[in-house]
């Protein structure tokens, strides 16, 4: 069983928060990783057949990034206006990420945002972080 499946099952119900999983959010010291990964990291170690496939997958990944990330730089931002073409879809998947402007006007949007700021001030035990100045919720 996967050690993370196990801990599910160990901890049922266990929630965490944002900052649990990233030891530099949440102030604490970071966790050792299961034992797992230093038996994974001792195979590799011992292993020059491992080493070699280790560093040629980060060289092949490091060149497909900077591959792609040339092309999102070059492509630019670009206005849709009239749909979306099958192409730019393909473009958007590979990037991960699509900014949308302009649809609804900035007051209307941050009046939107009057109910979420209203149910927060009722609810002071809303989680979020960091703890001195909440600037991220966890609704």
């Given at each position: 069983m996967?050690?993370l499946?196990?801990?599910?099952?160990e901890?049922?119900g266990?929630?965490?928060?944002?900052?649990s999983?990233?030891?530099s959010?949440?102030?604490?010291?970071a966790?050792?990783?299961?034992?797992?990964?230093?038996d994974?990291?001792?195979?590799?170690?011992h292993?020059?057949d491992l080493?070699?496939?280790?560093c040629?997958?980060?060289v092949?990944?490091?060149h497909h990034?900077?591959v792609?990330?040339?092309?999102?730089a070059?492509?630019?931002?670009?206005?849709?206006v009239?749909?979306?073409a099958?192409s730019?879809?393909?473009?958007?998947?590979?990037?991960?990420?699509?900014?949308?402007?302009?649809?609804v006007?900035e007051?209307?949007?941050?009046k939107c945002l009057?109910?979420?700021?209203?149910y927060?001030?009722?609810n002071?035990?809303v989680?979020?972080f960091?703890e001195?100045?909440?600037a991220?919720?966890?609704?």
């Amino acid at each position: 069983m996967h050690w993370l499946e196990a801990n599910r099952q160990e901890n049922p119900g266990l929630r965490g928060t944002i900052p649990s999983v990233f030891a530099s959010l949440s102030g604490e010291k970071a966790v050792a990783l299961p034992d797992g990964f230093s038996d994974l990291k001792r195979e590799i170690l011992h292993s020059p057949d491992l080493q070699h496939a280790v560093c040629a997958a980060w060289v092949d990944l490091c060149h497909h990034l900077s591959v792609k990330t040339k092309e999102i730089a070059d492509a630019g931002n670009s206005d849709i206006v009239n749909g979306v073409a099958p192409s730019l879809v393909e473009q958007i998947k590979a990037s991960g990420t699509v900014v949308v402007r302009g649809v609804v006007p900035e007051q209307k949007a941050l009046k939107c945002l009057d109910p979420i700021k209203q149910y927060i001030a009722q609810n002071p035990e809303v989680k979020g972080f960091p703890e001195y100045g909440k600037a991220v919720f966890e609704l």
